[in-house]
């Protein structure tokens, strides 16, 4: 006899079932106790009665696996229209010991230390769980839509000769006796690839060895980066990103209600997203919060957050393109304007208040790479392989990286993007 | 006037269109000439002629991005039923050199560490790229089959604080001060994960810092983990494995078929997978090839050979299971037989010749865990956080692993794995 699914029992009412889960949480009534069980996706809840069971209750044990036989039995009380009779059990497995962190109550009541510390237990939360199943949800999403439209799926390195996006924060291996480095972005091969498949996307881990120690950021996240040929200009990035969200939304709310309705979670409206460019941004938060504008070429944390809620505000939404970033805080490939130099064709995307996606176009002439790359004082030679592409033909091209792990937390309103990672990596924690 | 698709020009016959492009090769013939253009996945063939044309052919150059204006013209001649007469061109882009490599030819003739060299040129070839197309369906199959049987798709950390596969074949890396691996399979995490929901599976790179140079080793590949809770036994993860490769050929054959065709490829049947013990296979080979065994642990990669031959002949399949390996070769979680504790509940799968899956049953007892790791003289503290879902509770369980890129290049026959690797990662290669 084969076990059922949780989703398929209302199909069994009146009838003897097997079902497997593991037991998450057992409470004793007057003369009967509830237990639930942990399955796939769902906590199905099993009553147990000394005149139905046919074993003590004494012998379940909270996080034991196990199979019950039990009787569908129709009950119009219930939400589910039905409620599960215990009959018997066969008990797979024990816990060797009780969890030290009570993990079966609507919160985990602990330290976010604490619910990283123990993260193979905690994450047996039914909310904490329901994240990633929504996160799964979102990379469902955004690829059922890149290859509707067409963008093929590549898996490129992540140990690699050099850094596509500079600076210090690239972490550095002994590759067998040469000086590797682990990718901070796939940004040179999805360049390449647009070269071969026009549009391309990858949904991988990247690595920034920065030494930030903030709610927002990770030293290893789950990079969606997608790149295009043929662009007219960087706002066909932005209605493509626009449209791949619209997906997730819609996505989410067709597959993923049960975990939406768990965490409480009203996903946002985006018919459209509101633009708005760097500088005017810069000057908009300036006077409407009568701040000193003390960086022109950067935005300050809080500045995101001011910025997201005038738009918001003004307009409704709550994703913001920013959009003409000044060049010199924009790596050695993004487009300048032609008008304007100082600034270049790119954007980022905020959402309540943080950067998730940073996006633009790209330098496809050779010449004009190179002479880019020997202006900010670039070894262009240790380049070549890079240069390769521009060297025998591109097309005008872009893309854009978003930071899946940000967006999930955002999306889901979690003070931290830890909460959004299975097992953050962070300046202090390496562990589990 | 938007640019079409190029699978969309038959919808357009008669009319005049836009289409975008590469030019990927120049044919002049008597009084004519053929233009082929390469779009996201299909080579167009285009007809220049100085009557229809508004520009001299000479302004067309190879790897020059650009806009054909084009009459769609019926021509029942042709394969496609139609013909491509171009009326005007908007110039993109125009490369800067030629390409030392003649890329547009059927096959790109040059030598594997030419093509390897100069990868972001010659993966434009089309069969060249046909060979990552498939790759994506590859994928592609595999994710939609284990969707649909209520796997959940996770991410888990590259960077780890130790290798779940033991031995010295790991990089090491410097993680703010303290000693960090690169993640050599996400064994440890999906076993947690199976505590969680049940079923995952996670498509992303693994890393392995082993110093063979041959044709079927890669120091990063893309590992295709899967790991599932309430197992019989192991011969149910087999059976799966066997369905997400039909499912994976199905999808080829709908989806696929143009690069199928291109590259001349075969799909294997596979109703069902033979299976032997690995100590019948030792012992086969050993009679029917006449051979001595020299190691009754391992198969040398000849063996593996001469097994796919012989099952072949026996039983016409291309794949073959073999199972109970030694416990002496098997990681420190599989589990042993319980009448026979030197064997292991375990397979590999074969095609082909080459090995492209390991798999087994986990232990999942926290007791035996841990007298396994001490027999085998391991610090058991140093797995605290691995142990941790054993002590709390773990259904029984077990997965496998799968090297997409070798399977990819056994599935079209190609004589080594780099070729099936978009930019290969080997003991000498670090670039492109």
């Given at each position: 006899?084969?076990?059922?699914?949780?989703?398929?029992?209302?199909?069994?009412?009146?009838?003897?079932?097997?079902?497997?889960?593991?037991?998450?949480?057992?409470?004793?009534?007057?003369?009967?106790?509830?237990?639930?069980?942990?399955?796939?996706?769902?906590?199905?809840?099993?009553?147990?009665?000394?005149?139905?069971?046919?074993?003590?209750?004494?012998?379940?044990?909270?996080?034991?696996?196990?199979?019950?036989?039990?009787?569908?039995?129709?009950?119009?009380?219930?939400?589910?229209?039905?409620?599960?009779?215990?009959?018997?059990?066969?008990?797979?497995?024990?816990?060797?010991?009780?969890?030290?962190?009570?993990?079966?109550?609507?919160?985990?009541?602990?330290?976010?230390?604490?619910?990283?510390?123990?993260?193979?237990?905690?994450?047996?939360?039914?909310?904490?769980?329901?994240?990633?199943?929504?996160?799964?949800?979102?990379?469902?999403?955004?690829?059922?839509?890149?290859?509707?439209?067409?963008?093929?799926?590549?898996?490129?390195?992540?140990?690699?000769?050099?850094?596509?996006?500079?600076?210090?924060?690239?972490?550095?291996?002994?590759?067998?006796?040469?000086?590797?480095?682990?990718?901070?972005?796939?940004?040179?091969?999805?360049?390449?690839?647009?070269?071969?498949?026009?549009?391309?996307?990858?949904?991988?881990?990247?690595?920034?060895?920065?030494?930030?120690?903030?709610?927002?950021?990770?030293?290893?996240?789950?990079?969606?980066?997608?790149?295009?040929?043929?662009?007219?200009?960087?706002?066909?990035i932005m209605e493509i990103e626009?449209?791949?969200?619209?997906?997730?939304?819609?996505?989410?709310?067709?597959?993923?209600?049960?975990?939406?309705?768990?965490?409480?979670?009203?996903?946002?409206?985006?018919?459209?997203?509101?633009?708005?460019?760097?500088?005017?941004?810069?000057?908009?938060?300036?006077?409407?919060?009568?701040?000193?504008?003390?960086?022109?070429?950067?935005?300050?944390?809080?500045?995101?957050?001011?910025?997201?809620?005038?738009?918001?505000?003004?307009?409704?939404?709550e994703f913001v393109f920013v959009?003409?970033?000044?060049?010199?805080?924009?790596?050695?490939?993004?487009?300048?304007?032609?008008?304007?130099?100082?600034?270049?064709?790119?954007?980022?995307?905020?959402?309540?208040?943080?950067?998730?996606?940073?996006?633009?176009?790209?330098?496809?002439?050779?010449?004009?790479?190179?002479?880019?790359?020997?202006?900010?004082?670039?070894?262009?030679?240790?380049?070549?392989?890079?240069?390769?592409?521009?060297?025998?033909?591109?097309?005008?091209?872009?893309?854009?990286?978003?930071?899946?792990?940000?967006?999930?937390?955002?999306?889901?309103?979690?003070?931290?993007?830890?909460?959004?990672?299975?097992?953050?990596?962070?300046?202090?924690?390496?562990?589990?």
């Amino acid at each position: 006899m084969k076990t059922v699914e949780a989703n398929e029992l209302q199909n069994h009412i009146e009838s003897e079932v097997k079902i497997h889960g593991s037991i998450y949480k057992i409470r004793k009534m007057h003369g009967f106790a509830f237990v639930l069980l942990r399955t796939k996706r769902k906590v199905v809840q099993c009553i147990y009665s000394e005149e139905q069971a046919k074993f003590p209750l004494e012998e379940l044990v909270e996080e034991s696996c196990v199979i019950f036989t039990a009787q569908v039995v129709k009950e119009p009380r219930s939400k589910t229209g039905y409620e599960l009779q215990l009959k018997e059990v066969e008990i797979l497995s024990k816990p060797a010991e009780v969890s030290p962190i009570v993990i079966n109550n609507k919160l985990v009541d602990t330290s976010i230390e604490n619910l990283l510390n123990f993260r193979p237990i905690t994450l047996r939360n039914e909310k904490q769980r329901a994240i990633f199943k929504i996160q799964e949800g979102i990379t469902c999403g955004m690829r059922e839509f890149l290859m509707r439209e067409n963008f093929t799926e590549i898996h490129t390195p992540k140990i690699v000769y050099a850094g596509a996006e500079g600076g210090a924060n690239i972490f550095k291996l002994d590759y067998f006796g040469k000086e590797a480095y682990l990718a901070q972005s796939p940004q040179f091969y999805k360049q390449m690839m647009v070269g071969v498949f026009e549009r391309v996307f990858e949904i991988a881990p990247v690595f920034r060895a920065e030494k930030h120690d903030t709610a927002r950021h990770l030293n290893e996240y789950t990079g969606v980066d997608l790149e295009m040929g043929y662009i007219e200009s960087f706002e066909e990035i932005m209605e493509i990103e626009t449209k791949m969200l619209q997906n997730v939304m819609r996505c989410l709310k067709e597959r993923y209600v049960a975990e939406l309705e768990l965490l409480q979670v009203e996903l946002p409206e985006m018919e459209t997203i509101p633009k708005i460019k760097f500088r005017e941004a810069k000057e908009l938060i300036a006077k409407e919060y009568h701040r000193k504008i003390k960086d022109y070429e950067d935005f300050e944390p809080e500045e995101e957050k001011f910025l997201c809620e005038l738009m918001k505000q003004k307009t409704g939404s709550e994703f913001v393109f920013v959009t003409h970033y000044p060049s010199k805080k924009r790596p050695f490939y993004a487009m300048e304007c032609a008008e304007n130099p100082d600034e270049t064709e790119s954007f980022d995307l905020l959402f309540r208040g943080l950067e998730i996606t940073t996006g633009g176009q790209r330098i496809h002439s050779y010449e004009e790479q190179v002479k880019k790359m020997e202006k900010r004082g670039m070894n262009v030679e240790l380049f070549e392989s890079y240069l390769m592409m521009h060297k025998y033909g591109m097309p005008p091209h872009g893309g854009l990286g978003l930071g899946l792990e940000r967006f999930t937390s955002k999306l889901l309103e979690l003070e931290n993007v830890r909460l959004s990672t299975l097992f953050p990596r962070d300046i202090h924690r390496l562990v589990p």
